[in-house]
């Protein structure tokens, strides 16, 4: 069997979350989504680390499950499933490293609570991990991925977003140009990066020295809704051992499941107060220079790819599993309705689709168009349908600012909508 | 190992060199601030035993454990084994090796906290009562006089108790030393061995430290006396600058070479320090200037509404330099940020109050701010942890009956305060709660152990450090903000304080102000919240001490402080 997993997600102990983001929220919309292991996110908050300790127990397989008392009804029939959850937590390490300042985002992943603890005592004495569910440490990257292995042979950790201007290893701004150049020595044991929204895998195949690291996805999510918006498929068993399996060895790892990159934030360079995006190519005609106040622009995930790129094309190295692109659900709503997605009528559009068809990856991946059209309309379908064969237009997202989708002309929407009056 | 003269003498200039190369007879170097005492030291030492002084022969008395640390490290790279047989260490370091060596008795040395919970058995009060008693026992020791000083009662059950357990306190071991060296045959064979003595931070030695070198100086005549007393600070514990000036008096024949050259400072700051500590009447004069390159950064003073507002400013300040802590800061500036990364880390800062009442709200608003930050001297943390270490080894010691590790922990926690160690206790369980009991306690007992003192300034912790000007002695920023800088926080107290106290308080804002590396912010509130009541602040006199043509000032927007912008205005 394959099942999909989302590993980084924050609670609502995390800045900037939603209050929904607790233990029984996250299990209510991993099942809507089709999520079957999720990450905890943030096992370094104390607070958290609490609750999770109180509502979760250990479900065989080296995973946690949610205890029978805190289980909710109001999930739709047909998304019901198991989810199982998996400790991780995301550190940012901000330091300095060869006279430049650094800042670095690193998942960890752990096998248990007591793994997850010895950590949290470590990192107490670094740093203050109550202060935020994704503590800031003055902490060298290299040190945390030591510390990580020093405390378990199971443990995993993994560069976040790794493509992201402003915290990561591969950062514009404040990351290095080389795995080497942050983990030294030790990047043998880096065996995974995440890509992060504003890039796919083919734009990391452009990468020789990433042909040998697997290439995961994640939400990043800080509120329900956005979880699963990239995620993992994963093949076999549901169990710790075989996830962390798959991201070692690539082997029962099915691929991934990717947002268009040009709809992530930091795809192109440019000022969002200025209102100005641009293409690499721009971007180097105007010497980095925003062209309407005169300061430094800010460099996308794209320019920071083919800066570092030693190959034209992202040829799918050889091992490597695929990947399928997606638009959120609400998303492909709103472009059908014109409207916006967090609006009433795209929100019971989609709780309609759910609840006839099932989980939104089901709906989004494999659900025939028939059957969409069925339980819904023609635009919609179509709308689907060209999702799925990547016939859209999405105006890229910069300095972040999220890119825009569009999936039809607006001269195509009538036709379509004609048609669907005929049937 | 040999290291050739011309080595040692290397990049030195003209007056570290005759600090370095003056060994016979004694010697006051006056030190300014960032003009290289720690280097001048270090190569005199191996200057002295390129002459083939044997290093048994050479006694070099810190300050802090830290000073020492540093001296040793920086030492062996030009002494290599033979820095093992130098004595590098404190006055209490050094009290310690003089008992061990030349007295019969074993006596037991109890530390801080040995201290405090005697004088609460003592007193029946709280540990703030003790700390108070604590501290006027203190002096009373290292001034010599024997004043009571309100305690007089304490002080000698304290004194009889000390004695009941044969037991020394840090203050007993320099009196200690200073009683055995009294008797010139007995310790003639140990104190004989010292050929060069050094004294660092000599202007804050007290009477008791004094005569504990005078008795020394019996032995040698080749003391060095090292420090600035401009920068003396310690006199509420006892220690009295006399000593410096008194040093040529003190030792017939001595020499006095001055270090001026400032190597740390910008121009702006060490020119805008020698200015205001001129304002002292008791100093010796001297010119210290800046060998860095001419650099225009203003010292920047900003006002603040009131402490809430000036702990923020000062977060924004670290925040405009590191740039964002998170993508949800960048998603709120209302202007692209200029992108290109810095070059800072959080140690590169420090944040600097008079007293530790200060703490809280800039504690807060880089909590707020998402700001790694370590409270120098926070021994509240510490004294909790050590005393939950302490419990735990009781359990182990004592045994623990039918109560399961959760119980064990909950009691030994109960005492700290849970959110001020956040969470230990929950993973402390969790982590060791598969092991066997015995097992696990010892795990956590050595896990306990390594949360390093917060008392001490821990340079491999990158965090901004939080700290009082006193403690700050000796250390070295890119970026130092002083908070507070108002009349009656920094001088210190209202009316009734003498010119003494404003001339040591003035010395304590120059060592604040010659902290910094690159720039200087010190800022200051028109209202200040005390004991829950708003009142009105005034800048402190010593912002006026510092010329004008150095100065940018910043007034921060009073209430409707979220929408304009800083009002910016250069005086000169």
């Not at chain 2, 109050?353 to 120098?376: C, H, K, M, W």
């Amino acid at each position: 069997m394959s099942y999909i997993a989302d590993l980084h997600i924050h609670s609502g102990f995390s800045r900037a979350t939603s209050p929904e983001m607790t233990p029984e929220g996250i299990w209510r919309w991993a099942q809507i989504k089709g999520i079957s292991v999720i990450g905890t996110g943030d096992f370094t908050h104390p607070g958290w680390f609490n609750e999770i300790s109180e509502r979760l127990e250990p479900a065989g397989n080296g995973l946690l499950c949610l205890k029978k008392e805190y289980l909710r009804q109001d999930i739709p029939q047909s998304c019901r499933s198991d989810v199982f959850f998996v400790l991780t937590g995301e550190i940012s390490c901000i330091y300095s490293k060869d006279k430049k300042t650094r800042k670095v985002h690193c998942i960890l992943i752990v096998p248990d609570m007591a793994t997850a603890a010895r950590i949290n005592i470590t990192l107490s004495r670094i740093g203050n991990l109550g202060s935020d569910g994704r503590p800031i440490l003055g902490l060298d990257a290299k040190e945390l991925l030591r510390i990580t292995l020093d405390t378990s042979p199971d443990a995993m950790f993994i560069p976040a977003h790794i493509w992201t201007p402003h915290f990561s290893v591969f950062g514009a701004a404040s990351g290095f140009d080389s795995l080497e150049g942050c983990f030294e020595e030790l990047t043998p044991c880096i065996s995974a990066v995440e890509t992060g929204l504003s890039s796919d895998p083919p734009m990391n195949w452009r990468l020789s020295r990433l042909d040998s690291i697997t290439l995961i996805s994640n939400s990043d999510a800080h509120s329900p809704s956005k979880i699963g918006r990239e995620a993992n498929i994963f093949e076999g068993d549901i169990s710790y051992k075989g996830i962390i399996e798959a991201i070692k060895t690539r082997r029962g790892l099915g691929g991934t499941i990717e947002f268009f990159p040009e709809e992530g934030k930091y795809h192109y360079d440019g000022h969002r107060a200025c209102g100005v995006c641009l293409s690499p190519e721009e971007t180097r005609a105007y010497n980095y220079i925003c062209p309407v106040c005169n300061r430094h622009l800010t460099i996308g995930v794209m320019h920071r790819v083919i800066a570092l790129a030693d190959r034209d094309n992202g040829k799918k190295p050889e091992g490597a599993p695929g990947y399928r692109s997606i638009i959120p659900l609400p998303e492909v709503i709103a472009e059908t309705l014109k409207a916006n997605p967090n609006s009433k009528a795209v929100i019971n559009s989609y709780y309609k689709l759910i609840s006839a068809l099932g989980p939104e990856f089901r709906i989004l991946l494999d659900t025939p168009y028939a059957d969409i059209k069925g339980v819904s309309n023609q635009l919609i379908a179509e709308a689907i349908k060209r999702m799925r064969e990547g016939r859209v237009h999405i105006s890229p997202g910069f300095d972040g600012e999220y890119g825009k989708i569009k999936i039809f002309e607006d001269t195509e929407r009538d036709p379509l909508k004609g048609q669907m009056s005929l049937f | 190992m040999v290291i050739t003269e011309n080595q040692i003498l290397h990049g030195l200039n003209e007056p570290q060199i005759q600090a370095v190369t003056h060994t016979e007879g004694p010697i006051l170097v006056v030190a300014g601030p960032g003009t290289g005492k720690t280097l001048t030291i270090t190569r005199r030492i191996a200057y002295i035993l390129s002459k083939g002084v044997k290093p048994e022969g050479i006694l070099a008395i810190t300050f802090t454990n830290r000073a020492a640390r540093e001296m040793r490290e920086r030492t062996e790279a030009y002494t290599g084994q033979a820095g093992r047989y130098l004595f590098i260490g404190t006055f209490h370091a050094f009290g310690i090796d003089i008992i061990r060596h030349t007295s019969d008795r074993n006596y037991r040395i109890i530390g801080r906290d040995d201290q405090i919970e005697i004088l609460k058995n003592l007193t029946g009060g709280t540990t703030r009562d003790a700390l108070k008693a604590l501290d006027a026992i203190s002096r009373n020791k290292n001034i010599l006089d024997g004043r009571e000083m309100g305690y007089s009662d304490i002080f000698k059950r304290y004194e009889t108790t000390l004695k009941d357990m044969d037991a020394l306190d840090l203050d007993d071991l320099i009196l200690k030393a200073v009683e055995l060296l009294r008797d010139r045959e007995r310790i003639g064979a140990y104190a004989g061995r010292f050929k060069y003595i050094m004294v660092d931070e000599y202007q804050d030695i007290n009477p008791s430290q004094y005569m504990l070198i005078k008795h020394l100086s019996e032995f040698t005549t080749n003391i060095c006396a090292v420090g600035d007393s401009d920068q003396a600070i310690y006199s509420f514990r006892g220690a009295d600058v006399e000593n410096f000036f008194n040093f040529k008096k003190d030792f017939c024949g001595s020499r006095t070479v001055v270090l001026r050259e400032n190597y740390r400072s910008s121009k702006v700051i060490v020119d805008a320090s020698q200015s205001l500590i001129r304002n002292n009447v008791k100093r010796i004069e001297k010119d210290i200037y800046a060998v860095a390159p001419k650099d225009d950064t203003p010292i920047k003073i900003i006002a603040a509404a009131d402490e809430v507002a000036e702990a923020s400013a000062i977060a924004r300040e670290i925040g405009k330099r590191m740039g964002a802590m998170s993508h949800f800061q960048l998603m709120q500036a209302e202007e692209s940020l200029d992108y290109r990364g810095g070059s800072y880390r959080f140690s590169d800062f420090a944040v600097l109050y008079r007293t530790n009442s200060q703490a809280g709200a800039l504690r807060d608003a880089l909590t707020e701010a998402g700001i790694p930050f370590r409270v120098v001297g926070n021994d509240k943390n510490n004294r909790a942890l050590r005393d939950i270490e302490k419990r735990l080894a009781g359990y182990l010691h004592d045994g623990w009956g039918s109560l399961t590790l959760e119980k064990i922990l909950e009691d030994a926690f109960v005492s700290a305060g849970e959110d001020v160690l956040g969470g230990l206790r929950k993973n402390l369980l969790l982590a060791y709660m598969g092991l066997p009991v015995a097992q696990a306690l010892q795990k956590i007992i050595d896990e306990l152990s390594l949360f390093s003192s917060s008392d001490a300034y821990d340079p491999t912790v990158d965090t901004v450090t939080l700290m009082t000007l006193h403690m700050s002695k000796g250390l070295e920023f890119r970026v130092v903000f002083i908070a507070g800088v108002e009349d009656s926080i920094i001088p210190y107290g209202g009316p009734g304080r003498d010119n003494n106290d404003i001339e040591e308080e003035r010395r304590l804002f120059y060592v604040g102000i010659t902290r910094a590396k690159e720039e200087l912010c010190i800022t200051y509130c028109h209202n200040r919240s005390s004991y829950g009541r708003q009142k009105q602040s005034m800048p402190s006199l010593f912002i006026k001490e510092i010329p004008r043509g150095y100065i940018e000032y910043i007034e921060l927007p009073g209430k409707d402080k979220n929408r304009k912008k800083p009002r910016q205005q250069r005086l000169f």
